[in-house]
């Protein structure tokens, strides 16, 4: 029987009688919904509440995290929908984010388990998940896609990010034939074997995994990590690398944290990125303000490390940086977006995609989605070069594949989607950036925590 220290019990309790509590409200603010999220402090707690908001389609305007430096922390976001209005369903939302909360809650409730037990939630069920990550180049994911279709594994749902170089894909696959998910050994080496072919290629080659789909959580997450561990955000020194991102990292030896700061273009899931890549670092938030003033955003968090120490050294200083800004720009969607609607049938993406290619253009991100007969499917676009599409060619790729299944997104979030134009409002690698004396401090005054906010 596994035993538990005391402490460990305490914190069980102490978590289970003070589960995360959430409000929403429509009426405090003129322009947005407010959520409060208030909670017992654990690990990933922050995480948790920004990917359910992420998860159910709002965007985060502003907002504040503020904590006592114990126990306990609250979260305050101004949110709004995709069109810049206040959530119409706010008593669904409050109901969604309360559930999903509560099922993150109850997973971190648990006491702690044996070192590589999987606390993940069951997801995608009856389906085996491809994990792809390698070199990037034109048509690759047509390539990818042809000798799944040639394999007989059917695309349930897929993911594919493009960043320095490199891609990372998670494809949802089932047996063509049978709709069983693939678990014969042999099928799966030479799956993993063709699919290896294809990413071929590069000092740090390629890899392929078929695992269980039940054990992954968020999908977003894992894209990250995997372009992480991939070391895509070192290739070049955050210095050198062209950017419209602007992420500080300064010291506040009075209080024992380190203070990140970042300036860009706001788009959605930013938040997400952003908390997702502190986490996955091993840093803890204790406090932080965003804000977005049209398309432009400012986000700023003290953190210390799951040690509770600050940032201690240059080097871990500039890969704090170098991460953020490749989470941060690597989903900012570049190209022209092309929704798909059409009826989902054998091959469809290897054809689609293989008009694309045709065309000479190349996809840089991907969202593929399935629900019953009918194929969802989103594509962000450029020349092979990387350039803007020419018009001649998008215009052949949607009469190619039919003008009633095929169309440009001209309206859903132009702005935010935009990787052109300056490095934010004040341009360069440190403008636009809060300073020490900034809404955290007042916040931190406000809670008895510092005697002055100057």
């Known amino acids: 029987m596994e035993r538990f220290h005391p402490s460990e019990v305490y914190e069980h309790f102490v978590r289970h009688m003070n589960t995360p509590r959430v409000v929403v409200d429509n009426g405090v603010c003129e322009t947005a919904t407010l959520v409060q999220v208030h909670s017992a402090r654990k690990n990933g707690v922050l995480l948790e509440a920004v990917a359910a908001l992420s998860d159910h389609g709002v965007c985060v305007r502003k907002g504040y995290i503020s904590s006592d430096d114990g126990r306990w922390f609250m979260d305050v976001f101004h949110v709004t929908d995709a069109a810049g209005r206040k959530v119409a369903d706010a008593d669904k939302l409050l109901a969604r984010l ?49 000798v799944l279709h040639d394999l007989r594994c059917s695309i349930v749902d897929a993911k594919a990010w493009t960043h320095g170089g490199r891609v990372a894909a998670l494809v949802f696959v089932r047996d063509e034939d049978t709709g069983a998910p693939i678990d014969d050994a042999a099928r799966t080496r030479r799956i993993e074997s063709r699919l290896r072919y294809v990413l071929r290629g590069g000092a740090r080659g390629a890899r392929t995994i078929l695992v269980d789909a039940a054990a992954v959580g968020n999908l977003d997450r894992r894209l990250h990590q995997l372009l992480n561990e991939d070391r895509e955000a070192d290739g070049r020194p955050a210095a050198d690398r062209p950017t419209t991102t602007a992420v500080a990292v300064q010291e506040w030896g009075e209080r024992g944290y380190s203070v990140v700061t970042v300036s860009c273009r706001d788009r959605p899931k930013l938040l997400f990125d952003v908390v997702c890549t502190l986490t996955d670092l091993d840093y803890v938030v204790y406090h932080g303000t965003f804000d977005t003033d049209g398309d432009h955003a400012q986000q700023e968090f003290y953190i210390r490390r799951l040690d509770g120490q600050p940032i201690s050294s240059a080097a871990e200083r500039q890969r704090v940086i170098q991460r953020l800004q ?30 694309f290619r045709e065309n000479s253009l190349s996809v840089t991100h991907a969202e593929i989605t399935t629900r019953g007969d009918k194929a969802l499917n989103v594509f962000h676009v450029t020349d092979v070069a990387g350039r803007p599409a020419d018009p001649k060619a998008i215009d052949e790729v949607i009469h190619g594949i039919g003008t009633e299944s095929l169309r440009v997104d001209e309206e859903r979030w132009p702005r935010l989607c935009s990787t052109q134009g300056d490095a934010g409002r004040d341009g360069g690698a440190g403008g636009g950036l809060f300073s020490l004396g900034s809404l955290v401090k007042k916040n931190l005054y406000n809670l008895g925590l510092i005697r002055s906010c100057s």
Do not use: H
């Open 98 to 146: 309360e559930s999903s909360l509560a099922a993150a809650a109850a997973t971190a409730d648990a006491l702690p388990r044996p070192a590589g037990c999987d606390s993940s939630p069951a997801q995608n069920e009856g389906l085996s998940l491809l994990e792809l990550i390698g070199v990037d180049r034109p048509g690759l994911l047509s390539e990818v896609f042809a």
């Open 326 to 355: 490749a989470a941060i720009e690597r989903r900012a969607s570049e190209g022209v977006r092309l929704e798909l609607s059409i009826k989902d049938r054998r091959g469809l993406l290897a054809y689609v995609t293989r008009v």
